[in-house]
């Protein structure tokens, strides 16, 4: 009922000529990885050349961050320019840009709601860190930052957005969360939006995880009933490892 995603965040990782070398190995690899949502989130700088190479591929392309507004804010980009750029999608609110970069829940709201407003798809991050998971505080951290991020969104805008559970301790730490770990949040997280929203919006909606994710931990993932695919870091830097947990670790 709810197609899978795989999404690949590089960060700040690769040049033009390093995405295009990318994109030219996994293309015609894809037909593997069938019923499957490939999204991928190069740096900005990549985003028109990879929107030409993909132009005949089903792979869609995301930006890593946005600012709500348009103009005179230097060094920002905007939804409205992503798309020109040949996006179809958006990753916000990701602990990076919380922790390095203090982007609070009301701002996080402001981007999502600008870049729904131009028709992108949302993913959206929320997660705990080892501290609040080590003081049980990890559901009240999750509600929190959801119930500050959907703010003043509606069944429609919830059509597109996606959500990522990423537990900061598990990102880029080699450490996944335990297949049963994520399940709970994923649960957790349904049934929030169910509240928040209703059982349609909460039933339709895809939660990915993200953390750590590897050819190997993939398969027990994707086995639990609240999760609907996966943000990937590392192990998306490469064409080969990115294309097996695609395919689910069956690669
Ligand atoms: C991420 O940064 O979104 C992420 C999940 O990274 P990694 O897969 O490297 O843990």
Redesign the pocket.
């Known amino acids: 009922m709810r197609t899978p995603i795989i999404a690949g965040?590089w960060?700040l990782n690769k040049t033009i000529d390093e995405a295009l070398a990318f994109v030219r190995d996994l293309k015609p690899a894809l037909s593997k990885a069938a019923n499957v949502e490939i999204i991928l989130a190069p740096p900005f700088t990549a985003l028109s050349v990879l929107a030409e190479a993909l132009t005949d591929s089903p792979v869609l392309l995301a930006g890593q961050n946005c600012y709500p507004e348009q103009g005179a804010f230097t060094g920002e980009i905007s939804p409205r320019l992503l798309r020109d750029a040949g996006c179809d999608a958006v990753?916000l609110g990701?602990?990076?840009r919380r922790q390095l970069f203090g982007e609070t829940g009301e701002f996080i709201n402001r981007k999502i709601r600008a870049a729904l407003k131009e028709e992108l798809q949302v993913i959206f991050?929320v997660g705990e860190t080892l501290r609040e998971r080590q003081s049980n505080q990890t559901f009240k951290v999750l509600e929190e930052q959801l119930c500050e991020g959907l703010t003043d969104l509606d069944g429609t805008g919830m059509a597109r957005l996606v959500v990522?559970y990423?537990p900061v301790w598990?990102?880029?730490?080699?450490q996944?969360a335990s297949s049963e770990q994520a399940q709970e949040a994923h649960q957790f997280i349904r049934n929030l939006l169910a509240s928040l929203f209703d059982r349609v919006v909460a039933d339709n909606t895809r939660i990915l995880y993200?953390?750590?994710?590897?050819p190997n931990n993939i398969a027990g993932l994707m086995a639990q009933p609240d999760i609907d695919g996966?943000?990937?870091?590392?192990?998306?830097l490469q064409a080969e490892s990115f294309l097996q947990i695609a395919e689910f670790g069956k690669g």
Not at 170 to 174: E, V
Not at 210 to 214: E, F, L
């Open positions: 965040n960060k990753i990701h602990s990076e991050c990522a990423e598990a990102i880029g730490t080699g996944t993200g953390g750590s994710v590897t996966a943000l990937v870091g590392g192990a998306s």
